[in-house]
């Protein structure tokens, strides 16, 4: 371990206020904290919990009308020491620390980058900005950058666009901005969170290495615990605008000291135990039977043009659902998995191959082949929940009319009639019925996905097609939503089809998993046989790839103390 | 947090936002109204709005006279001056509200008439005088004006006189009744117009979406001038006034249109890709219902700051029309037929205050587009 004890960044009692309409959200209180040179001081905290406005603010970027209330941000810069609350949000001498001494890296890689010039152009001028050195130096450093990130060809990608890049490609182009003239302090703000599992691994252990070569000390902030457990060397709790705990990893994971920190571990480690599976019936019940699903896109026609650009989003898929099961489907982003879930419901028609809908009543129906009416009469069976609960309930509409809008298309209960069946509903998702005549910006995020489930259940369906329905909650409430639809299932026997990029979710929800990959079904089988003991390739590494909130996987050593940083 | 809702399991702890009770519980109107408030410029487009409308409903009190008056002994007569305060015969001040009236010479030559000011000549006026008849709102007849000459054979010119010595004060304030109505009764038309066909592209998208685009590039890469120029002349000379305003009309409407097809095609595109349109069609509902009751509502907000936008371009093209001879006749009273007069170079540099109404032209479109700038700004509270 290293033996520094003066800490290179140090922030005290900082405080943020928002004023908005009249009254201020404190989105920041009273937050102090130390960063050492070479530790990566993990943030976590859920969504609102302040956690990237303390890293804006380190920076001086927080947003209109943000402002730093109070605080010392005391940074050891090349010049001496500066207290960065202290300086002009435009001035010079914060543009000198910013990207030269403190780099930031932002969740979103398409946007940080500009989409009209050259990786090479805007890297270059990063390094000019900086350095005084030739073009051609800056030239040659730039491409030495691309390399120690890991980008193939950097000669050939300094001359691409950013929209020619694939998401992680942009996040290491990213990286090597930030680093191009080696910061001292890296601040990542969820830099991994719009990325796959696979993509993410790769990028997490990029940022390892060249926090090692560079002694660079990393703020990761980050809501994923599996990440933590993986990378953090320190960890800090933020709730509500306020530090609630720090410490090494394994204290805070291990023995955490205070109950909000216990009720986020229990969340997420609750999804590491599965519920107990359904024995597979011996003769089951197939409800919907997929044979060859062939679906193509093509883009780039015209009105007097032939369209030219075609994406295969599935590619031959063979599938069944049986009644009462659960079945994930899992897959990275452009697997073709949310382009399976709608096309099962008949909103996109497939160009070859058969879907094979079995009615409660025997009847087959032929879902590609359906008229209007017939997929009218069959959405009463088959629901959906969508990802996004935010833009999936209608602003303008109380949850009372949004939860009985499909009883009023598919069946002629009176007023009453649907009045008690939407408190009924409500009550089964466990939400109070007193909340039927609020309009939906009034709830969170977890309890609009209840609203959701709600609607899906009211026409007592057969099928939930569930596209990714917990990966824009917080995890706290993803255990929440999940149990619910558990109970749900147990009282109703519905059958899921449970759309998923993130394995523990599925771990703890599925019976039986499909891994998808480019529009193909790589491997199908029982959850237990998928996660433990997968046997295709890509299965292997989308599985090894998620961090799991345990000590135990992980790879990095850990620190045995902080008395090698002198106090704390 | 007193809107949090307690759920089963006790971990409500962590199932809070940070979000203000106050936009929580404001309706969406009033979330709009909010952030209209604080658009000053708005403020004003509005109060000024407001007003014009105001004066175009109760011109026939607020003017001194009647729009069809003339008396051509005061043509061009230069605008007078209210005078509150006459010298009596003891040499003091009393209060005695009055105008002087002119002396007029004609130059025997050139038959120009000039005016002078008469201080002999003495016009008591006054408030709530008897004048000539008029309709108050098209409703009951009356005789009482806001303020005028207590005789109303004496002549009364507070912004001057036209050719036919007729007051233009009151001819403007009429005037504002049919230039305000025509951009309201115009936008009207186009808006159904627009919003059916921007919503049938919009909605269905594809061949339809594509057809109609053309159409709308079409019809707004037509020179606009020439277009109304033809169709105007497919009007029949011998219509009556009330017609012919109807036909302008539709030739305003048949180009304005255009506009608001497009802002609502661009609202239906975003909204159709929206999640809950998508349940709502997975929740069986039909189509009319999607698209009246799911999305109509968050697009009003958006079609009443078109609207506003679109008024001051029929205003604008009425007085185009109008003023090149070929919109309203007279005996109709716009804006745009005042400012006929103002197409004689003589006429002008005699009667500069011919002008007026265009003045009230660009202030209305003034405030109305600023009214429609900071509708649109305000019609998404949520953004």
């Given at each position: 371990?290293?033996?520094?004890?003066?800490?290179?960044?140090?922030?005290?009692?900082?405080?943020?206020?928002?004023?908005?309409?009249?009254?201020?959200?404190?989105?920041?209180?009273?937050?102090?904290?130390?960063?050492?040179?070479?530790?990566?001081?993990?943030?976590?905290?859920?969504?609102?919990?302040?956690?990237?406005?303390?890293?804006?603010?380190?920076?001086?970027?927080?947003?209109?009308?943000?402002?730093?209330?109070?605080?010392?941000?005391?940074?050891?810069?090349?010049?001496?020491?500066?207290?960065?609350?202290?300086?002009?949000?435009?001035?010079?001498?914060?543009?000198?620390?910013?990207?030269?001494?403190?780099?930031?890296?932002?969740?979103?890689?398409?946007?940080?980058?500009?989409?009209?010039?050259?990786?090479?152009?805007?890297?270059?001028?990063?390094?000019?900005?900086?350095?005084?050195?030739?073009?051609?130096?800056?030239?040659?450093?730039?491409?030495?950058?691309?390399?120690?990130?890991?980008?193939?060809?950097?000669?050939?990608?300094?001359?691409?666009?950013?929209?020619?890049?694939?998401?992680?490609?942009?996040?290491?182009?990213?990286?090597?901005?930030?680093?191009?003239?080696?910061?001292?302090?890296?601040?990542?703000?969820?830099?991994?969170?719009?990325?796959?599992?696979?993509?993410?691994?790769?990028?997490?252990?990029?940022?390892?290495?060249?926090?090692?070569?560079?002694?660079?000390?990393?703020?990761?902030?980050?809501?994923?615990?599996?990440?933590?457990?993986?990378?953090?060397?320190?960890?800090?709790?933020?709730?509500?605008?306020?530090?609630?705990?720090?410490?090494?990893?394994?204290?805070?994971?291990?023995?955490?000291?205070?109950?909000?920190?216990?009720?986020?571990?229990?969340?997420?480690?609750?999804?590491?135990?599965?519920?107990?599976?359904?024995?597979?019936?011996?003769?089951?019940?197939?409800?919907?039977?997929?044979?060859?699903?062939?679906?193509?896109?093509?883009?780039?026609?015209?009105?007097?043009?032939?369209?030219?650009?075609?994406?295969?989003?599935?590619?031959?898929?063979?599938?069944?659902?049986?009644?009462?099961?659960?079945?994930?489907?899992?897959?990275?982003?452009?697997?073709?998995?949310?382009?399976?879930?709608?096309?099962?419901?008949?909103?996109?028609?497939?160009?070859?191959?058969?879907?094979?809908?079995?009615?409660?009543?025997?009847?087959?129906?032929?879902?590609?082949?359906?008229?209007?009416?017939?997929?009218?009469?069959?959405?009463?069976?088959?629901?959906?929940?969508?990802?996004?609960?935010?833009?999936?309930?209608?602003?303008?509409?109380?949850?009372?009319?949004?939860?009985?809008?499909?009883?009023?298309?598919?069946?002629?209960?009176?007023?009453?009639?649907?009045?008690?069946?939407?408190?009924?509903?409500?009550?089964?998702?466990?939400?109070?019925?007193?909340?039927?005549?609020?309009?939906?910006?009034?709830?969170?995020?977890?309890?609009?996905?209840?609203?959701?489930?709600?609607?899906?259940?009211?026409?007592?369906?057969?099928?939930?097609?569930?596209?990714?329905?917990?990966?824009?909650?917080?995890?706290?409430?993803?255990?929440?939503?999940?149990?619910?639809?558990?109970?749900?299932?147990?009282?109703?026997?519905?059958?899921?089809?449970?759309?998923?990029?993130?394995?523990?979710?599925?771990?703890?929800?599925?019976?039986?998993?499909?891994?998808?990959?480019?529009?193909?079904?790589?491997?199908?089988?029982?959850?237990?046989?998928?996660?433990?003991?997968?046997?295709?390739?890509?299965?292997?590494?989308?599985?090894?790839?998620?961090?799991?909130?345990?000590?135990?996987?992980?790879?990095?050593?850990?620190?045995?103390?902080?008395?090698?940083?002198?106090?704390? | 947090?007193?809107?949090?809702?307690?759920?089963?399991?006790?971990?409500?702890?962590?199932?809070?936002?940070?979000?203000?009770?106050?936009?929580?519980?404001?309706?969406?109107?009033?979330?709009?109204?909010?952030?209209?408030?604080?658009?000053?410029?708005?403020?004003?487009?509005?109060?000024?709005?407001?007003?014009?409308?105001?004066?175009?409903?109760t011109a026939g009190f607020l003017s001194p006279s009647v729009p069809s008056k003339?008396q051509?002994?005061?043509?061009?007569?230069?605008?007078?001056?209210?005078?509150?305060?006459?010298?009596?015969?003891?040499?003091?001040?009393?209060?005695f509200p009055h105008v002087?009236?002119?002396?007029?010479?004609?130059?025997?030559?050139?038959?120009?008439?000039?005016?002078?000011?008469?201080?002999?000549?003495v016009v008591p006026i006054g408030m709530f005088v008897k004048g000539e008849k008029y309709n108050f709102l098209?409703?009951f007849a009356s005789e009482t004006h806001l303020f005028g000459p207590i005789d109303k054979k004496h002549p009364f010119y507070l912004?001057?006189?036209?050719?036919?010595?007729?007051d233009?004060l009151t001819?403007?304030l009429?005037?504002?009744?049919?230039?305000?109505?025509?951009?309201?009764?115009?936008?009207?038309?186009?808006?159904?117009?627009?919003?059916?066909?921007?919503?049938?592209?919009?909605?269905?998208?594809?061949?339809?979406?594509?057809?109609?685009?053309?159409?709308?590039?079409?019809?707004?890469?037509?020179?606009?001038?020439?277009?109304?120029?033809?169709?105007?002349?497919?009007?029949?000379?011998?219509?009556?006034?009330?017609?012919?305003?109807?036909?302008?009309?539709?030739?305003?409407?048949?180009?304005?249109?255009?506009?608001?097809?497009?802002?609502?095609?661009?609202?239906?595109?975003?909204?159709?890709?929206?999640?809950?349109?998508?349940?709502?069609?997975?929740?069986?509902?039909?189509?009319?219902?999607?698209?009246?009751?799911?999305?109509?509502?968050?697009?009003?907000?958006?079609?009443?700051?078109?609207?506003?936008?679109?008024?001051?371009?029929?205003?604008?093209?009425?007085?185009?029309?109008?003023?090149?001879?070929?919109?309203?006749?007279?005996?109709?009273?716009?804006?745009?037929?005042?400012?006929?007069?103002?197409?004689?170079?003589?006429?002008?540099?005699?009667?500069?205050?011919?002008?007026?109404?265009?003045?009230?032209?660009?202030?209305?479109?003034?405030?109305?587009?600023?009214?429609?700038?900071?509708?649109?700004?305000?019609?998404?509270?949520?953004?």
């Amino acid at each position: 371990m290293n033996n520094r004890k003066k800490p290179i960044l140090q922030v005290k009692n900082l405080s943020v206020d928002f004023p908005i309409h009249k009254q201020t959200i404190k989105a920041v209180q009273d937050v102090s904290f130390d960063l050492y040179a070479g530790e990566t001081l993990c943030v976590v905290g859920e969504s609102g919990s302040g956690k990237s406005v303390t890293a804006r603010a380190i920076l001086q970027l927080i947003v209109n009308p943000g402002k730093i209330m109070q605080g010392e941000l005391l940074f050891e810069s090349l010049e001496g020491a500066v207290d960065i609350a202290q300086l002009d949000k435009k001035g010079k001498q914060i543009r000198k620390i910013r990207g030269n001494e403190i780099a930031m890296i932002f969740q979103e890689p398409m946007t940080s980058l500009s989409p009209v010039h050259t990786i090479g152009h805007q890297l270059v001028e990063a390094i000019l900005l900086h350095n005084d050195i030739s073009k051609a130096e800056a030239k040659s450093q730039a491409a030495e950058l691309l390399r120690r990130v890991k980008i193939p060809n950097p000669e050939q990608a300094l001359n691409s666009y950013s929209f020619e890049f694939s998401g992680g490609m942009r996040q290491r182009a990213m990286i090597a901005m930030a680093l191009s003239c080696k910061p001292k302090v890296l601040i990542a703000d969820e830099p991994t969170t719009a990325l796959d599992v696979t993509t993410q691994a790769e990028i997490l252990d990029l940022i390892a290495e060249l926090q090692k070569d560079e002694e660079m000390a990393v703020l990761f902030i980050t809501h994923d615990m599996g990440v933590v457990a993986q990378i953090a060397d320190r960890v800090m709790v933020m709730y509500r605008g306020q530090k609630i705990e720090d410490g090494l990893v394994q204290q805070v994971l291990e023995q955490p000291k205070e109950a909000y920190t216990k009720a986020l571990l229990n969340s997420v480690l609750k999804l590491e135990t599965p519920p107990m599976h359904a024995k597979p019936d011996a003769k089951p019940k197939t409800i919907i039977d997929v044979k060859d699903l062939k679906l193509q896109f093509s883009s780039g026609g015209g009105l007097f043009k032939k369209p030219t650009l075609v994406v295969k989003a599935i590619d031959g898929v063979n599938l069944t659902i049986n009644e009462g099961e659960r079945l994930g489907i899992v897959g990275e982003s452009g697997s073709g998995k949310t382009t399976l879930g709608r096309s099962l419901l008949g909103i996109y028609p497939p160009n070859e191959g058969v879907i094979n809908y079995t009615r409660k009543t025997g009847e087959i129906i032929q879902i590609e082949k359906a008229n209007k009416a017939t997929l009218k009469s069959i959405y009463g069976e088959m629901r959906m929940i969508f990802q996004d609960p935010h833009s999936s309930l209608n602003p303008r509409m109380t949850i009372f009319e949004t939860i009985a809008e499909p009883l009023r298309a598919n069946t002629d209960m009176s007023m009453a009639q649907m009045r008690d069946r939407v408190q009924f509903l409500l009550e089964k998702v466990g939400m109070p019925s007193e909340v039927a005549n609020r309009y939906p910006h009034a709830f969170s995020g977890g309890q609009r996905q209840r609203i959701c489930i709600a609607r899906a259940i009211a026409l007592n369906p057969r099928v939930i097609i569930a596209d990714e329905p917990t990966s824009a909650l917080d995890v706290s409430l993803r255990h929440q939503v999940l149990d619910l639809m558990l109970n749900l299932q147990k009282e109703f026997g519905i059958a899921y089809i449970f759309i998923s990029h993130d394995i523990s979710v599925v771990r703890y929800f599925c019976d039986r998993v499909a891994v998808m990959e480019k529009g193909k079904i790589v491997e199908i089988g029982d959850v237990a046989q998928i996660c433990d003991a997968p046997q295709h390739p890509y299965t292997q590494k989308l599985i090894s790839s998620v961090p799991r909130p345990d000590l135990k996987y992980r790879k990095k050593p850990l620190l045995q103390t902080t008395m090698a940083y002198g106090d704390v | 947090m007193s809107d949090s809702v307690d759920l089963d399991d006790g971990s409500e702890l962590l199932d809070q936002q940070l979000t203000s009770d106050r936009m929580v519980v404001t309706s969406q109107w009033s979330l709009i109204w909010y952030k209209f408030r604080r658009h000053k410029l708005a403020m004003i487009g509005l109060t000024v709005t407001l007003l014009i409308y105001l004066i175009a409903a109760t011109a026939g009190f607020l003017s001194p006279s009647v729009p069809s008056k003339f008396q051509p002994k005061f043509t061009y007569a230069p605008p007078q001056t209210i005078h509150f305060f006459k010298q009596n015969e003891m040499g003091e001040s009393e209060y005695f509200p009055h105008v002087l009236g002119y002396k007029t010479t004609v130059n025997p030559e050139s038959f120009k008439r000039s005016y002078v000011i008469d201080e002999t000549q003495v016009v008591p006026i006054g408030m709530f005088v008897k004048g000539e008849k008029y309709n108050f709102l098209g409703m009951f007849a009356s005789e009482t004006h806001l303020f005028g000459p207590i005789d109303k054979k004496h002549p009364f010119y507070l912004i001057g006189a036209d050719r036919l010595g007729r007051d233009l004060l009151t001819r403007t304030l009429y005037g504002a009744r049919v230039s305000m109505s025509i951009g309201l009764v115009g936008v009207a038309l186009s808006l159904v117009i627009g919003v059916i066909l921007g919503g049938v592209s919009g909605f269905y998208g594809g061949i339809m979406d594509r057809v109609i685009q053309r159409v709308i590039e079409f019809i707004r890469s037509i020179p606009t001038i020439p277009l109304w120029l033809g169709l105007a002349t497919a009007m029949p000379q011998d219509w009556p006034a009330i017609w012919v305003y109807f036909f302008i009309l539709i030739i305003l409407s048949l180009i304005g249109w255009t506009e608001i097809a497009r802002v609502v095609r661009g609202r239906f595109l975003s909204l159709r890709t929206e999640d809950f349109v998508m349940a709502a069609r997975l929740d069986g509902v039909s189509e009319m219902r999607i698209i009246l009751r799911h999305m109509m509502p968050s697009l009003f907000s958006h079609i009443i700051a078109a609207v506003t936008l679109a008024i001051p371009n029929m205003i604008l093209a009425e007085s185009a029309l109008s003023f090149l001879g070929l919109g309203l006749q007279p005996p109709i009273v716009s804006w745009g037929v005042l400012l006929q007069d103002t197409q004689n170079l003589r006429a002008i540099t005699q009667a500069p205050w011919l002008f007026v109404p265009g003045i009230c032209v660009v202030v209305a479109v003034l405030a109305l587009n600023f009214l429609g700038d900071g509708l649109r700004d305000a019609a998404d509270p949520y953004s």
